[in-house]
């Protein structure tokens, strides 16, 4: 059974920076793409970062320049940086993972419970 695990989340400034983690169950070099989505309240999940197993990255345009995406597969860990925060920012934050398919759409295999991000003004 795999098993993600999400942690770091919090609240925090606008302005202001926080790095989520994701700790994976098992080796993480069997997954084609690791990601991040968010899910601000009463609205759908959308995609925010991957990075593939070969570490080529994609950001959505709206975290491009902010965020940095990046897995560590000798702690089986996956990582998003998130700098200059804004309030759009807010929501419960996901790592996803899946062997093969579109790093962008969200039918990820696997799913962690989520960290709550606040980021006030």
């Known amino acids: 059974q795999v098993q993600l695990v999400e942690s770091g989340g919090g609240s925090v400034q606008a302005g202001g920076s926080l790095r989520l983690s994701c700790a994976a169950s098992?080796?993480?070099?069997?997954?084609?793409?690791v990601g991040w989505f968010r899910q601000p309240t009463g609205k759908e999940r959308e995609w925010v970062a991957y990075?593939?197993?070969?570490?080529?990255?994609g950001y959505s345009d709206s975290v491009k320049g902010r965020f940095t995406i990046s897995r560590d597969n000798a702690k089986n860990t996956l990582y998003l940086q998130m700098n200059s925060l804004k309030t759009e920012d807010t929501g419960m934050y996901f790592c996803?993972?899946?062997?093969?398919?579109?790093?962008?759409?969200?039918?990820?295999?696997?799913w962690g419970q989520g960290t709550q991000v606040t980021v006030s003004s």
């Open positions: 990075v593939l197993s070969g570490y080529a990255k």
């Open positions: 098992g080796n993480m070099d069997r997954w084609g793409c």
């Open positions: 996803a993972a899946r062997s093969t398919g579109s790093c962008t759409d969200g039918n990820y295999n696997y």
